[in-house]
């Protein structure tokens, strides 16, 4: 059997042609009220979305269209809702012939295969401007550590290769993906974080360090003469020369996904992020219009995985496009993701007195468009000093009298600009109606 990396197009495209008809029939359409919300009235019937191609007939979502109103709790929205009698009457056979000997001779152990299948254990905070928990299941997890162990050998590591992590523990996805990669790989590994890693380093033979960018490396002062390769989670060009003796390889992932996507060590930064075709769905599409184009924000579908379900999702995440030929260090077959990754335009960061926060423009201006007491509104962006953070502006028009126009448009730009998650300071002024989101 051809290995999943070595799939010629073809071949990849009918795996992932069987695996999105299995997600949408045994998954989504049953189980999730969300999706088949979406599917049902575009005349797709959960038996007949049964192709990649048709999957631009859904809409693209993301985190402002699943919580308009900036409460994350929205995301709960995302978790399929399986019942035992669900898992039965979807499970794939194998599976399920086990299910039913152990339902007749050992109701525990049955008890458990289905709780692993079905009930959320694991969940990491994804989301740009909100702070979205995506859950996964037992079972997911045992795929999110296969995609890992893919990640591993991309990467050109071993399970002899030792890890240790300086990533922090702040439930993003680099953190809890990374774990479950060695794992996969069977690789020891230290999660020591930021505060212990130098620590880590000066007692064991880590030949792999993992970090977020070229500040957190200098922190840990001169490698050991151990270390041979340095994970960063961001693209950071200070890396590479702060690691004097070791190469540098970058990991990466949407914030909503499940696994990191890794550079190959032969084509390095120039050959792209390897993707897992038989795992997911990645498309590209306009961020202003949703329409697909080959540059622009990445679409996920997941695919054989339960917990939080995700079709056609826009991850922010901005990109130049997919190089589908062989990659020309590794000679994998599947699809890489340009190492060019920016932040969506339509996000703006806006560092605040709490501290920095993503605002999502789109929410403010879905929070401003129903506003019968406005006649007219505009957004602007402008970068504050320093150049890393943004000004977000909101002048409006009131309809009557200003003072409650401002009061009523400030109170609904707090919600959608997050509010609830980061306090934010907006300062209105009432003669022009401007309302201003300030560093």
């Not at 296969?146 to 990640?151: S, V």
């Not at 696994?259 to 060590?265: D, G, I, K, M, S």
Request: net charge negative.
């Amino acid at each position: 059997m051809t290995s999943w990396d070595r799939r010629d197009r073809r071949r990849q495209a009918k795996v992932q042609d069987a695996a999105l008809a299995r997600q949408v029939r045994d998954n989504l359409a049953p189980a999730s009220p969300y999706w088949a919300s979406l599917i049902d009235p575009i005349g797709i019937a959960a038996g007949h979305l049964t192709r990649v191609a048709e999957l631009s007939a859904v809409p693209a979502v993301g985190e402002r269209d699943l919580c308009p109103d900036g409460d994350p709790s929205g995301a709960a929205q995302l978790v399929l809702q399986v019942s035992e009698a669900g898992y039965a009457r979807h499970a794939d056979g194998p599976a399920l012939r086990q299910a039913l000997r152990r339902r007749l001779t050992r109701p525990a152990a049955y008890a458990r295969q289905v709780q692993d299948a079905v009930r959320p254990v694991s969940y990491h905070l994804g989301g740009l401007a909100l702070p979205l928990p995506i859950a996964s299941t037992r079972d997911d997890l045992d795929v999110i550590a296969r995609a890992g162990a893919r990640a591993w050998a991309v990467l050109g590591l071993t399970a002899d290769d030792l890890l240790v992590s300086a990533l922090p523990p702040d439930g993003a996805l680099a953190g809890f993906a990374l774990p479950y990669a060695a794992l996969g790989a069977g690789a020891p590994a230290v999660h020591a974080g930021p505060d212990a890693a130098a620590e880590a380093l000066q007692v064991l033979p880590a030949t792999v360090l993992a970090v977020a960018d070229a500040e957190a490396l200098d922190g840990l002062g001169r490698l050991p003469a151990t270390v041979h390769t340095v994970l960063v989670t961001v693209d950071d060009t200070d890396v590479a020369a702060l690691a004097e003796t070791a190469r540098v390889l970058r990991l990466w992932g949407p914030p909503d996904g499940r696994w990191l996507y890794a550079e190959c060590p032969e084509g390095g930064r120039g050959a792209g992020l390897h993707t897992y075709p038989d795992l997911e769905v990645l498309e590209t599409i306009d961020p202003a219009s949703g329409e697909p184009a080959p540059a622009g924000e990445l679409v996920l579908t997941q695919l054989g995985v339960r917990g939080s379900a995700l079709l056609r999702w826009r991850t922010g995440a901005v990109h130049a496009g997919f190089a589908i030929e062989p990659c020309p260090g590794c000679g994998r077959t599947v699809p890489r993701i340009n190492p060019d990754i920016r932040g969506s335009a339509l996000v703006a960061p806006v560092q605040l007195d709490a501290g920095a926060v993503l605002v999502d423009l789109r929410a403010v201006a879905g929070a401003l468009a129903g506003r019968p007491d406005l006649t007219g509104w505009r957004i602007r962006v402008r970068p504050a000093a320093g150049g890393e953070s943004s000004i977000v502006d909101v002048s409006i028009s009131p309809a009557g009298r200003p003072e409650q126009a401002v009061a009523g448009a400030v109170a609904d730009i707090e919600a959608a600009a997050g509010a609830r998650a980061q306090p934010v300071r907006i300062e209105a002024g009432l003669s022009g109606g401007a309302i201003e989101l300030t560093p």
